[in-house]
C-alpha cells in the first residue's frame, strides 16, 4: 500500500516547473515581463498603454514582489496584436534606413525614402475605444481641456511641443467653440483660480472643460510632457471626428472653410446657412425657416459692409499673428449664420443676450468673453484690429471694464465688470447691473457647478438671485417669443399623417363633385376631436418613504454593508456640523456688522 | 354658394388675387377680392370654380409663393411669415387626380425591375430569371432568356435614331452578369417570342445590383455587391476586336452560349465600401451613384475619379436624377425618406427636400421624365406614391401592390408602371400632371 503512494509523492516531487494555468500568477504579468513579451523599450510601452487606455492592476496577491506593477495577461495579449506596433517598428527600421543612406551620401535613395513615409494614424483607436458617438462625447471632458490647455502653451524645443502641436489644438478647440455657439450648447461657466470652466451640452451629454486663462504659461519642470504629448495626439485624433460628426450632423462642412478669408468664408456661411433653411422643411418648419430666411437677408446685408471694412483691414494688418486672426475670425463668422434658422425652438434663456450689444475694453479677458456672449446670442466688439464696430457706436449697450476710470463714458450704456456676464449666464437670468458696475467690489462669483440646495448651505447671494429668478417667471417672460410654435421635427411626421389624410379626403370628395362648403354642412366637427387625443394629462405619483423601511433595512445589512452605510451617515454627519459651523459664522458677522 | 361662404367668415378676411397659366376658358378675373382666411385648397377650389362658372366643378391646386397649399391660408401665412395685409398672388393649377388602375400582369415570381422607357412596351425583370416585354393590350410579347439568376435591374439603352424599329435593353442579375439584348420590335406578334441575349457582360465577382445607360447609348454602367462600378463598352467598332477575345475565350472554356458575345469591362470605379444600389447616368460626363454604405458620389466618366461625396444616415437603395435643372439628386432607402440633393449648392451637404410618408424602406424612385416636380417612389409597404416636390406631402398614393413594391417607372409621360413582390405589373394610366 505505501509503494504506489510514494511513487506518487515522488512524481509531484519532480513536476517539472512549467508555466502556471490558473490563480493571480496565470493572469497577472509585471511590466518588465510585458517589455520582454512584448519586444519594445519602456518608453514605448508608456505610449502604447496611454493610446489604447490600458492600465496597470493591482493582483489580490503579488506574486512576483510589492514593489512591482502589474499587468492584467490579457491586456498585454491585446497590446500584442495592436497594429501601431508594427507601424512603430516599420517607421524605426525606416529612420535606420534614412540615417544609413544619409551616411553613405545616397541622396537620391534619401529623396525617394522620404516620399514613403510609412503612415502612423490613431483613427481605428478611436474607433475602438468609442464604438458609439455617445461614447465619445461622455469622455469628451478630458480631451477638450487637454486640447484648450495647449492651445495656450508656449512651444518649447528642449520638451518637444512644437508649433504644429500649438497650432492643431488651436484650430481644434476653436472648431469646438464656434460649434457650441452655432448650436447654443454652453450652460454654465464659473472662472476660477485655475482657469475658466465650461460645460456644455451636447447630444444629451454634459461636457465639461476647463480652460486656462489667457496669460502667459510657464511649462511646469514636474510635468512629463511626453506623457501629455501622448494624450495630445490621442485626443487630436478624437476631437477631430468627434468635431466631424457634429458638423456634418448640422449640414456643415468640416473642417469649416473659415480660416482663409473672413469676406470669403462669410459668404460660404450665408450660402451654407441659406441651404440649411431650405432643407429644414419638414411641413410646418419649412415655411418659417423660408420665413426668416428673408430677416436673416436682411440683417446680411447690414453687416456686408462691416464685413468688408474688417476685411480690409485685416488685409493691412498682415505682420498680426495669422493664429490671432483665425481666432477672431471663426467664432465671428459663425454665430453670426447661427442666429437664422433655429432660434425660435430654443429655450428663452440660451439667448439671453440676444438684444444686446457689448464692447469689450483692452483689459477684460477677451476669448473667455467672446465665447460666452456670442453663446448667448450677443453681438460683441472688441477694442483693437478687425473689430466689427468701434466703441464710438451708438447702439452698443453694454461696456464691459475692467478698471476704476473711464476716459469718455457714454450715457446711453451701462458699463460693468466681466462677472456680470458670468453671474448672468449661470443663473439664466438678467441681473441688475448696479452690483457689478466699475470700481464696485462684485457680489461673490458663486460657483454653478454647486447644488446649494443639495449641499444644503444657501449662500446669501445664491438666496438673492433665487427670489429674482422667482420673480421673472412671475412676469411676463421678456426673452420669450409670444407665438409658440411647439411642433418639433418628431409631430411634424404626425402632421404630415393627418394632412395627407385631409388631403385624400377632400380630393376624392371634390372628385365626387362635392362643393366645399356643400361638405362643411354634412361634417361632423372632427378637428376639436383630433386636439383632444392630443391632450393627455400626466399624473404624478408620489411614494413616500418610510422610515421603518431604512430600520429593517440597515437591520437586514450584512455586517460590511452596515459598515459602509454607516461610514456615509458620519459624512453626512460632518457637512452638516461643516453648514452649521458656516451659519454661525454669518449670524456673528452681521451682529458684528450691526454692533458698527 | 357665396352666402355659405359668407356665413363661414369669422375674422379674418384676406384679399386675394387669382393667375394662372392655364388657357383663356379657364382663367378668372384678375382683380383682387377679399375671401376668408380659413380656407384651404377645397375651398379656394370651389371659389374658383365657382368664378369659373363651370358646368362641371373642377378640381384645383393652389400654389402661394411656388408652394402647393396644404394647410389653410391663414396657417400657411403664418408659418411662412407673410404679411396677412397686403394682396396675396395666388396661382392655380388643376390637381392631380389619382390614375386609373388596369389589369394587373401577372408573373411567375417577384418583378424586380421595371422600364417604361419604349412607348409602346414595357420592360419586366423578374425573379424567375427571364426578362418580358409587354405590349400595350398587356400581351406578354417576348421572354428574354438567358440569365442563370435573378434580374435584379433593366435598364433601357437610348437609341435615338433607331427607336422606333428596335429595342435595346441590358439587365443585371445575381448571377455576376449582365446581358445586353436586342428586340426588333416589327417582329411584334401576339404569341410570345423567346430571345437570346446578344452580349453577356462579364466581370462583376458578386451579385449585380444596378445598371444604368449612357446618355448616348454606347455603354453602360453596373453597380455590384462586390462594391465596384464598371464600365462597359456596347459600341460596334469594338466588337470585332471583343469578338476574337471571346472566341478565344470560348475555346479555352468551352462556351456557354455559342451566339451571346462575351464583353469585359472596360473601367472599374472603386470607392464605395458597400453594395451599389442605385446608378444614373443621365449626364454625359458624370455617374451618380448611392450606395448601402450611406454615401451618395459622382464620378467623372472620362477620368474615372470620385468628384462629390454626399452622406446619408442610412443605407440608399435607389438613386434619380432629374427634377430642376436635370440636376437634382433623388435619393431613397433604408430610413423612409425621400432625400432630394442639390449638388450644385456650395459649402452645404444637407438634402434641399425631406420627403416623408412612407411607413417602410424605399425601394425605386424615378424623377418624372419631363416635369420638373414630380417624382415617384416605390416602398417595401405596398405603395407607390407621387410626389410635388412644391409640397410636403405626396400628391396621389398607389396601393394596389398586396406586398413590397420593388420597382416603379413612367410609362408614356402619363402611366405609372410598378412591379413587386406579389408578382404583379401594375399599370395605372391617364395621370394628368400639368407642368
Known amino acids: 500500500m505505501t509503494k504506489p503512494t510514494k511513487h506518487k509523492s515522488k512524481s509531484k516531487q519532480y513536476l517539472a516547473p512549467t508555466r502556471r494555468k490558473e490563480g493571480q500568477a496565470a493572469k497577472y504579468i509585471t511590466r518588465n515581463k510585458a517589455l520582454n513579451r512584448l519586444q519594445i523599450k519602456l518608453p514605448e510601452f508608456r505610449r502604447l498603454c496611454i493610446l489604447k487606455g490600458i492600465h496597470p492592476r493591482e493582483p489580490k496577491k503579488k506574486v512576483e514582489g510589492h514593489n512591482k506593477t502589474y499587468y492584467h495577461v490579457k491586456d498585454i495579449a491585446f497590446l500584442a496584436h495592436e497594429p501601431l506596433l508594427d507601424r512603430s517598428r516599420e517607421l524605426k527600421a525606416y529612420e535606420k534606413k534614412i540615417t544609413k543612406a544619409r551616411a553613405k551620401r545616397n541622396l537620391d535613395l534619401v529623396q525617394r525614402l522620404l516620399g514613403n513615409k510609412p503612415e502612423w494614424n490613431l483613427n481605428h483607436l478611436v474607433n475602438e475605444r468609442y464604438p458609439s458617438f455617445v461614447d465619445a462625447l461622455r469622455d469628451l471632458d478630458d480631451p477638450l481641456t487637454i486640447l484648450h490647455l495647449f492651445a495656450w502653451l508656449p512651444t518649447d524645443n528642449s520638451q518637444k511641443i512644437r508649433p504644429e502641436h500649438i497650432e492643431s489644438a488651436r484650430k481644434l478647440s476653436l472648431q469646438w467653440q464656434a460649434y457650441c455657439i452655432r448650436v447654443r450648447a454652453l450652460r454654465k461657466v464659473f472662472v476660477s483660480v485655475k482657469g475658466v470652466y465650461y460645460q456644455a451640452e451636447v447630444g444629451g451629454q454634459n461636457i465639461t472643460w476647463l480652460t486656462p486663462h489667457s496669460t502667459s504659461q510657464v511649462l511646469p519642470s514636474d510635468v512629463d510632457f511626453r506623457v501629455m504629448l501622448t494624450f495630445l495626439e490621442f485626443y487630436k485624433t478624437l476631437v477631430g471626428f468627434v468635431n466631424f460628426k457634429l458638423y456634418h450632423d448640422l449640414g456643415l462642412r468640416y473642417p469649416p472653410l473659415l480660416d482663409e478669408k473672413l469676406e470669403k468664408a462669410a459668404n460660404e456661411l450665408y450660402g451654407l446657412m441659406k441651404g440649411l433653411a431650405s432643407a429644414a422643411p419638414v411641413a410646418e418648419e419649412a415655411p418659417k425657416a423660408a420665413g426668416e430666411d428673408g430677416d436673416a437677408e436682411m440683417a446680411e446685408q447690414e453687416e456686408d459692409p462691416r464685413a468688408v471694412e474688417s476685411q480690409v483691414r485685416l488685409a493691412s494688418l498682415h505682420s498680426r499673428l495669422s493664429a490671432i486672426d483665425k481666432e477672431q475670425e471663426m467664432p465671428a463668422a459663425v454665430p453670426e449664420a447661427a442666429k437664422e434658422p433655429e432660434d425660435e425652438d430654443m429655450d428663452s434663456s440660451v439667448k439671453l443676450f440676444k438684444e444686446f450689444k457689448f464692447f469689450l475694453g483692452r483689459e477684460v479677458p477677451r476669448e473667455a468673453l467672446l465665447f460666452v456672449i456670442r453663446a448667448f446670442g450677443g453681438t460683441v466688439s472688441w477694442d483693437g484690429e478687425g473689430a466689427p464696430f468701434p466703441e464710438s457706436d451708438e447702439s452698443i449697450t453694454h461696456q464691459i471694464v475692467d478698471r476704476p476710470t473711464q476716459g469718455h463714458k457714454f450715457l446711453s450704456r451701462e458699463y460693468v465688470q466681466p462677472q456680470w456676464v458670468f453671474d448672468c449666464v449661470n443663473n439664466k437670468l438678467l441681473l441688475p447691473t448696479d452690483a457689478y458696475v466699475v470700481g464696485k467690489i462684485c457680489p461673490p462669483h458663486l460657483s454653478p457647478f454647486v447644488d446649494s440646495e443639495a449641499e444644503g448651505y444657501m449662500p446669501e447671494y445664491a438666496e438673492t438671485i433665487k427670489r429674482m429668478q422667482a420673480a421673472a417667471s412671475d412676469d411676463l417672460p421678456v426673452f420669450e417669443k409670444p407665438e409658440s410654435n411647439g411642433e418639433a421635427d418628431i409631430s411634424t411626421a404626425d402632421v404630415n399623417v393627418s394632412l395627407e389624410k385631409a388631403f385624400t379626403r377632400d380630393l376624392s370628395k371634390e372628385m365626387a363633385g362635392i362643393s366645399y362648403s356643400a361638405s362643411l354642412e354634412g361634417k361632423v366637427q372632427t378637428a376639436p376631436e383630433e386636439q383632444e387625443d392630443k391632450k393627455s394629462g400626466e399624473a404624478s405619483q408620489s411614494i413616500p418613504e418610510a422610515d421603518e423601511a431604512i430600520q429593517m433595512g440597515r437591520m437586514m445589512m450584512t455586517r460590511k454593508a452596515r459598515g459602509l452605510y454607516d461610514a456615509a451617515k458620519m459624512g453626512q454627519a460632518k457637512k452638516a456640523a461643516k453648514i452649521d459651523l458656516l451659519k454661525e459664522r454669518k449670524k456673528k458677522a452681521k451682529a458684528k456688522g450691526e454692533e458698527k | ?435
Open chain 2, 1 to 435: 354658394m357665396d352666402t355659405t361662404i359668407e356665413d363661414q367668415v369669422v375674422e379674418r378676411q384676406i384679399q386675394v388675387k387669382f393667375v394662372t397659366k392655364l388657357p383663356p376658358q379657364l382663367r378668372v378675373v384678375s382683380s383682387a377680392f377679399a375671401i376668408p382666411a380659413k380656407l384651404g385648397r377645397y375651398g379656394l377650389s370651389e371659389v374658383v370654380n365657382t368664378l369659373l362658372g363651370l358646368e362641371k366643378p373642377q378640381p384645383f391646386d393652389f400654389l402661394i409663393d411656388g408652394e402647393l397649399l396644404r394647410t389653410t391660408v391663414e396657417q400657411f401665412l403664418l408659418t411662412k411669415g407673410i404679411t396677412a395685409e397686403t394682396t396675396l398672388t395666388i396661382e392655380y393649377i388643376p390637381v392631380v387626380l389619382p390614375p386609373e388602375p388596369q389589369q394587373p400582369r401577372s408573373h411567375d415570381e417577384w418583378v424586380s425591375a421595371v422600364s417604361g422607357y419604349n412607348a409602346r412596351f414595357i420592360a419586366t425583370g423578374s425573379y424567375d430569371n427571364h426578362g418580358r416585354i409587354w405590349n400595350a393590350s398587356g400581351e406578354c410579347v417576348f421572354l428574354l432568356q438567358g440569365h442563370s439568376d435573378v434580374i435584379t435591374s433593366l435598364a433601357p439603352i437610348p437609341a435615338p435614331g433607331s427607336s422606333a424599329k428596335q429595342f435595346q435593353l441590358v439587365t443585371a442579375s445575381k448571377d455576376h452578369t449582365l446581358r445586353f439584348w436586342q428586340v426588333a420590335l416589327n417582329e411584334a406578334t401576339s404569341s410570345t417570342v423567346t430571345l437570346k441575349p446578344l452580349k453577356r457582360l462579364k466581370g462583376h465577382t458578386s451579385s449585380v445590383q444596378s445598371v444604368a445607360a449612357s446618355p448616348s447609348g454606347h455603354e453602360v454602367c453596373s453597380g455590384s455587391w462586390d462594391t465596384s462600378i464598371k464600365l462597359w463598352n456596347l459600341r460596334e467598332e469594338t466588337e470585332g476586336e471583343e469578338d476574337l477575345a471571346g472566341k478565344k475565350r470560348r475555346l479555352e472554356t468551352g462556351a456557354v452560349n455559342s451566339s451571346e458575345k462575351q464583353v469585359d469591362a472596360r473601367v472599374t470605379f472603386q470607392g464605395h465600401t458597400q453594395v451599389v444600389g442605385g446608378l444614373d447616368w443621365s449626364d454625359r460626363d458624370t455617374i451618380y451613384s448611392a450606395s448601402w454604405d450611406h454615401s451618395l458620389r459622382s464620378w467623372d466618366v472620362e477620368t474615372a475619379v470620385n468628384t462629390q461625396t454626399l452622406t446619408s444616415s442610412k443605407a440608399l437603395h435607389c438613386l434619380s436624377v432629374g427634377g430642376e435643372g436635370n440636376a437634382l439628386l433623388a435619393a431613397g432607402g433604408a430610413d423612409h425618406l425621400l432625400r432630394i440633393w442639390d449638388p450644385r449648392l456650395p459649402g452645404t451637404v444637407a438634402p434641399v427636400f425631406q420627403l416623408s410618408s412612407h411607413t417602410s424602406w424605399i425601394s425605386a424612385c424615378k424623377w418624372h421624365p419631363k416635369s420638373s416636380f414630380h417624382i415617384l417612389t416605390a416602398s417595401f409597404d405596398g405603395t407607390v406614391k407621387l410626389w410635388d416636390t412644391r409640397a410636403t406631402i405626396p400628391l396621389i398614393t398607389l396601393n394596389q401592390h398586396k406586398d413590397k413594391v420593388l420597382s416603379a417607372d413612367w410609362w408614356k409621360n402619363d402611366n405609372i408602371v410598378s412591379g413587386g413582390a406579389d408578382s404583379q405589373l401594375h399599370i395605372y394610366s391617364k395621370l394628368d400632371l400639368s407642368f
